[in-house]
């Protein structure tokens, strides 16, 4: 043991003696570089542009690029796509400019990059770290495959309204999983060396609390105390730096009446004096512009102050490009933050040997073999089967039988333009499987399979014309609605069973994708109610951006699986999984409320003086007239083609003390007719502390396969760390007292114990 230690020690120290040197080596060699730049090419390299072509992701685009290339002003490009592009930018730059910098080249590589994989909030629904932590790391394959070295990615706001049409690019509600996810992220993109091939700059984002905007709008203030800020929402944008996240992208909103993008006290005594991040901070699409009209100044007086809150990079704005020289004249800005800024930029380049190699991600080979393989293309369908999350299953509706004659109707069924869901900015909609392929590709010829859309995704033309801003999402059919309803009826009345494929357009959630209604449009609502009508058992696939309020489809279908917006393989993983070849284990990451007057409806609330004792109205206590407090669908929350009981929990020690552990224990077995994954939920309530705390937090998740029958201990070990938070004076404290310990399958339905932690 202590020679293993010993071992342990000598290599730990060996690896930051190779971090010191690489260290004082890369400051050499910027050092170097630095004493031969102008004022005027440090801050060219502050400025990123996009110079258009792709798909847009903001209101402006970039103008003049190629010169500016050429006079060194610019440090980085996003939006140019594929190998070629992207080699000739960078022989501009390291050919035409005079010191021969080498430009970064990011992009919204999000779900995937040109295989598109679940929207991230499916994917955190998988509960599965090493699965989406591949997921990243196959996104970053394909990204430098095809030139690129910056990932804008992982997007880690907690949100818990799902008004707000980014909550798609999240992972929910939770800080804890939400901490996990971004861990997972990060190492999948950078895979601890940037220096590699393969690998990319993560930009963790949007730095910060861009997901608690006022009313779930998009861009909206965000309000906060401290104490919420430290305990649930910045938790994730930690770990991501724990985890060594080699970039930040400043956030919209503003903290304390100040935008995250001139933000002081966020980004530098926070993320760079308190956490220690070393990299580099990137501003948000213009926001460093927007100030503007956040009323705080003209371009050069926002400029300067996000250069001196300790923002790096210029993202489209060219603010920092434009007024950087006078405000340094006129002492408004000073040459140490300038360089400071450059510096950092600098040596994100060097970090990924740009300087060595400026053309090392561009390899016509490696696109050709890395892009679009089978590799990606299977894993894209696996990730889509992990990530679903069946909410109801009347008598074993689903799985389906593999006879018989199947009803596939609603204006998702045979649809390749949504499948992709949001922020898929590289995916090519064309390769999608839609569920009538998916379905058909099964190959089973006992099976009969009839479609009809049934109905439009909206009615609506004015809605639908907002949606389709990247292209058609909503198609109006030319018939009336009452045509397609008449047909898919007469599709239904000829089948056994009805699988109704009903939801959102990829475009109804996303940026600049809020809405004051979360349920599914009315006129698909009104096809659902048709086809209820005709008795047959009714299966419901339900495609989304977002928490839905599905108080309707919860009470009338059969069975029902939530699959977000699943990627370009969903209609073969959707085709697994309801004729079983693949058993669900997907569990919801946001608690989904009963209508949208309760948003946020959240699992880990702060507890209040008037609790209500149950779902019932009380009066005089904190509730509604008119809604119960719970949620409809618990956070956690998602049924097996199997089914599992838990045993008491039995704890190691009754308390635990300061240096302690305890250790949760409980027995978990498989008591359906499938093999199946479970994720077995861990969660704890300090009963007393110096402040009011959670009624609940998760603190520890495994997702385990049973074979069917099976039983398993599964343990938990708790340590002191675990029951800590962040008390009024924003210290991180753990307070002795008793604790309640849950262990189950989601939030609600859990067993329960107490114990103690004792000084
Ligand atoms: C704005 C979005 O907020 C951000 O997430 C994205 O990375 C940039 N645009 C670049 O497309």
Redesign the pocket.
């Known amino acids: 043991m202590k020679r293993l230690l010993l071992g342990l020690i000598i290599i730990t120290s060996l690896q930051s003696t190779a971090q010191q040197s690489g260290d004082a080596k890369m400051k050499l060699y910027v050092d170097a570089l630095m004493k031969k730049m102008t004022l005027d090419e440090k801050i060219g390299q502050l400025n990123l542009l996009?110079p258009g072509g792709g798909v847009a992701?903001?209101a402006v685009v970039s103008k003049g690029v190629e010169e500016k290339i050429a006079k060194g002003q610019v440090g980085g490009l996003?939006?140019v796509i594929g190998e070629e592009k992207i080699r000739q930018a960078q022989e501009l730059a390291v050919n035409n400019s005079r010191l021969k910098i080498p430009l970064l080249f990011?992009?919204?590589v999000?779900h995937g990059y040109k295989t598109t994989f679940p929207i991230p909030l499916g994917l955190s629904c998988s509960w599965d770290m090493p699965m989406i932590e591949r997921s990243a790391r196959l996104a970053a394959t394909e990204a430098t495959a095809d030139g690129l070295n910056w990932a804008?990615?992982p997007?880690v706001d907690i949100a818990r309204d799902p008004r707000w049409g980014?909550i798609a690019?999240g992972a929910g509600e939770d800080p804890y999983l939400g901490s996990q996810v971004a861990k997972a992220m990060v190492v999948g993109y950078q895979n601890g060396d940037l220096s590699k091939d393969n690998t990319l700059l993560a930009?963790v984002?949007?730095f910060a609390l861009?997901g608690a905007a006022d009313g779930g709008r998009d861009y909206n203030t965000v309000d906060m105390s401290k104490v919420k800020m430290y305990n649930d929402y910045l938790p994730p944008y930690k770990a991501a730096v724990d985890a060594g996240v080699g970039s930040i992208?400043s956030?919209?909103n503003t903290i304390d009446n100040i935008p995250a993008t001139g933000n002081r006290w966020l980004l530098t005594d926070l993320l760079r004096k308190q956490w220690g991040f070393k990299g580099m901070v990137v501003s948000?699409?213009t926001?460093v512009n927007e100030m503007i009209d956040h009323g705080l100044g003209d371009l050069q007086a926002v400029s300067a102050l996000s250069l001196k809150a300790g923002l790096d990079m210029d993202?489209?704005g060219e603010g920092f490009l434009t007024t950087l020289k006078k405000s340094l004249g006129e002492g408004k800005v000073t040459q140490k933050e300038i360089d400071d800024a450059c510096r950092r930029i600098l040596e994100a380049k060097y970090k990924l040997g740009l300087f060595t190699d400026p053309f090392k991600y561009c390899n016509k080979e490696r696109a050709a073999k890395e892009i679009l393989s089978d590799e990606q293309k299977h894993a894209a369908r696996e990730f889509a089967t992990k990530s679903f999350v069946l909410l109801k299953n009347n008598q074993g509706t689903l799985p389906l039988k593999k006879s018989g004659t199947i009803a596939l109707i609603g204006p998702l069924a045979n649809n390749k333009a949504n499948m992709l869901g949001t922020?898929a900015?590289s995916g090519n909609r064309d390769l999608s499987i839609p569920v009538f392929d998916g379905m058909k590709n099964a190959g089973i010829k006992e099976v009969n399979i009839l479609y009809a859309k049934g109905a439009n995704i909206s009615d609506d033309t004015l809605f639908a014309k907002k949606v389709n801003v990247f292209g058609t999402r909503i198609d109006i059919d030319k018939r009336s609605a009452l045509e397609m309803m008449d047909e898919a009826v007469a599709v239904a009345k000829q089948s056994d069973v009805i699988v109704a494929v009903v939801g959102e357009a990829s475009e109804m959630s996303g940026?600049s994708a809020s809405r004051s209604s979360i349920t599914i449009p009315q006129n698909q609502k009104k096809l659902l109610k048709e086809l209820k009508k005709m008795g047959k058992p009714l299966v419901l696939v339900i495609m989304s951006g977002r928490p839905l309020d599905l108080n309707w489809e919860m009470e009338n279908a059969d069975a029902l699986l939530f699959v977000y917006h699943g990627g370009q393989e969903v209609g073969n993983a959707i085709a697994d999984v309801l004729y079983g070849d693949v058993n669900p284990s997907g569990k919801l990451t946001n608690s989904f409320p009963r209508n949208v007057g309760q948003i946020p409806v959240y699992y880990n609330h702060l507890k209040t003086g008037r609790p209500q004792a149950t779902d019932k109205f009380e009066k005089f206590r904190s509730n509604y007239l008119d809604v119960e407090n719970s949620p409809l669908i618990p956070f956690g929350y998602g049924l097996s083609y199997s089914s599992f009981s838990y045993s008491d929990i039995k704890l190691s020690a009754a308390s635990l003390n300061t240096t302690g552990k305890i250790k949760a224990t409980v027995t978990v077995t498989n008591t359906g007719n499938y093999d199946g994954e479970e994720v077995v939920q861990l969660y704890t309530r300090d009963m007393v502390g110096s402040i009011a705390r959670p009624v609940q937090e998760l603190k520890g998740f495994q997702k385990i396969m049973f074979k069917k029958g099976e039983s398993k201990e599964v343990s938990f070990t708790i340590g002191v760390e675990d029951l800590g938070f962040y008390n009024s004076d924003l210290k991180f404290v753990t307070e002795p007292g008793e604790f309640k310990l849950f262990i189950g399958g989601n939030s609600k339905d859990v067993k329960e114990t107490t114990f103690k932690l004792v000084k």
């Open positions: 996009t992701t903001g996003f939006g990011g992009s919204d999000i804008f990615s997007m980014r690019e930009c984002k949007h861009y992208m956030s919209f948000d699409y926001s993202m489209v922020w900015v940026e």
